[in-house]
């Protein structure tokens, strides 16, 4: 058995979390830049937790520049076991209303002008994300969220767009009608990749906070609409989070999905022609393998 910290990424509203104890933010330095902030740490019913907020306080970042990578690598750096992406999200399901959350379970990347892993050129890897999100992981966050009170659904396929407009109404058709997407947002990838190939457990829930374009008797996204959801949206995505301590335990088992073992068999480059460089900045997401 292992240490739990749970480590969670918040999106657009989610700036904090409620009653943590000994709360320090931390600056983290890792070899992929800066993290959109710095990491907010302390222990919550006996778990540590470690907090950073995806778009960085004050809400400064776009879906694209949003440095994936370092804030990946901070909380792996951290000793984070498990992480709860929590994001706002359009819907193209009338039964997934506004207000309502999603435990994500499938993605469509849709993204293109993002760095999308940490390997590359030096020590080629491949890790497998036919199901990238962790189960276990999805189940307690799912649990967390029936306990707080939330309407919530299980599963779900998250179009993950560049943005950071919104869709046109022809390519919301598409995704909802020809795709099968169920959600939409702007941030869970390549967050979820990269998650994967730093051999951490990922969870994603999606609060939704609008019917992007597609439904008839809502129209185009109104941003005053979103901001007036996601604020109800942001209390209930807390309330979820301070529930998961007691869900998830101190003490950690080693995934059964496999998860935190992606690695094993990913890294294809032979060790006498690895890249020294690359493998510097590798230490803390494969440092396991390498």
């Known amino acids: 058995m292992s240490e739990t910290i749970i480590g969670v990424i918040g999106g657009s509203g989610i ?121 276990r992981l999805g189940a307690a966050c ?33 995704y909802r009608e020809s795709w099968g997407a169920d959600v939409i947002g702007m941030t869970n990838m390549p967050e979820a990749k990269l998650a994967r190939e730093a051999e951490l457990c990922y969870a994603s829930v999606a609060m939704i906070t609008d019917y992007d374009s597609w439904h008839p008797e809502h129209g185009e996204v109104d941003v005053t609409e979103i901001i007036k959801t996601l604020m109800g949206n942001a209390e209930k995505g807390r309330a979820l989070v301070s529930r998961l301590p007691a869900l998830l335990g101190a003490a950690r088992a080693p995934c059964p999905h496999g998860c935190d073992r992606a690695l094993d068999y990913a890294i294809l480059t032979a060790p006498e022609a690895r890249d020294p460089a690359l493998l510097a900045k590798l230490d803390a997401v494969a440092g396991r393998v390498l």
């Open 15 to 135: 700036y904090e979390i409620d009653g943590l104890q000994n709360p320090v933010w931390q600056e983290v330095e890792t070899p992929w830049g800066k993290p959109s902030d710095a990491v907010l740490t302390g222990s919550l019913e006996g778990v540590k937790m470690a907090f950073l907020p995806r778009h960085g306080r004050g809400h400064v970042h776009t879906p694209s520049s949003v440095p994936y990578r370092a804030n990946i690598d901070a909380l792996k750096r951290l000793g984070v076991t498990d992480v709860i992406s929590v994001s706002a999200c359009g819907s193209f399901r009338e039964e997934m209303a506004p207000g309502d959350f999603v435990i994500v379970d499938q993605f469509i990347d849709r993204t293109f002008a993002r760095e999308k892993s940490f390997f590359g050129t030096g020590c080629v890897a491949h890790v497998s994300v036919a199901h990238p999100t962790c189960a």
């Open 142 to 174: 799912l649990e967390a969220a029936r306990d707080a009170g939330i309407t919530v659904h299980q599963g779900g396929t998250y179009l993950a767009m560049e943005g950071p407009q919104f869709s046109t109404l022809a390519e919301s058709r598409m």
